[in-house]
């Protein structure tokens, strides 16, 4: 695979721009409309401002989880590079990557393999977010579940998300 080719990553060059804004103030709306930001990029400045999630820091070539490995947290990529590696494809990710949610959420193993290529920083879902799926409003529940089955490709609900 191409070095410089991603599969996904945000632009922090525009996260930078809006600096310190929180979230949800009419400031950062506006920053967000006016620096032509992805709802991708949005999300990702929500994150790391909300969230008081721990930060981890992980070196090149180091192995945050493999295929069908129980998945024990999740991961928001904040800065560096992650190879993906599913199926016999491999895939580049970088900063708003968010691995690990879906296959957790659903109680599943990982369904890909992970590994740092540079230094990688990440903040941390830890794993009772997991359980909190089935104590949200039914309407919630329901749309996560279709979210979930979307993203891990699943063609039969799983035990947990019933």
């Known amino acids: ?20 804004l929180h979230p949800d103030g009419l ?18 400045h929500q ?19 493999e295929i069908g490995q129980a ?36 109680n599943l193993p990982h369904n890909m393999s992970a590994k740092a290529l540079t230094v990688v920083t990440a903040s941390i879902i830890p794993h009772k977010v997991f359980n909190t799926l089935n104590s949200c409003h039914i309407g919630l529940r329901g749309i996560n579940r279709s979210t979930i089955m979307r993203t891990l490709n699943l063609s039969s609900v799983p035990e947990k998300l019933k």
């Open 71 to 106: 998945v024990t947290q999740g991961y928001i990529i904040r800065q560096g590079d992650i190879e993906l590696r599913t199926d016999g494809l491999i895939y580049r990710v970088g900063p708003g990557a968010v691995l690990g949610l879906a296959s957790g959420l659903a």
């Open 1 to 20: 695979m191409e070095k410089s080719h991603y599969d996904f990553a945000i632009d922090l060059k525009k996260i930078g721009l809006i600096g310190s």
């Open 27 to 44: 400031e950062a709306l506006q920053a967000y409309n006016e620096h032509g930001m992805s709802s991708e990029e949005r999300l990702y």
């Open 47 to 65: 994150l790391i401002k909300d969230l008081a999630l721990d930060t981890a820091a992980y070196k090149p070539e180091t192995v945050l989880f």
